[in-house]
C-alpha cells in the first residue's frame, strides 16, 4: 500500500486520549489512527462520511493556510 504524509489538528483532550491509548497497548499512534479510519470505512453510511468530510474540512482555531506552505502542501 502506498503511503502519504499527511497532519492533523486534533483537540486536545482527544490526542491525549490517543497517546495515552497508543502507550497502553505499546503501539504507535499512527497505527490506532489507521485502524481507526479503516473501521470507520467498514461501515459506510452517507451520513457518517458526510460528517467525517465537514469534520476534516471545518477549519480549526490555531490552523491556517500557512499549514499547508510549511507541510509543502501549499499547491493544494
Known sequence: MDSVKTSFVFPADLYL????RAAEENRPVREI????????FS?????DRNRLIQLLTTPFEG???????EYEFDGI
Request: aromatic share 8%.
Open 63 to 69: 490552523a491556517s493556510a500557512g499549514d499547508y506552505k
Open 43 to 47: 461501515k459506510p453510511r452517507k451520513s
Open 33 to 40: 489512527v489507521i485502524e481507526a479510519l479503516l473501521e470507520y
Open 17 to 20: 486520549e490517543l497517546k495515552k
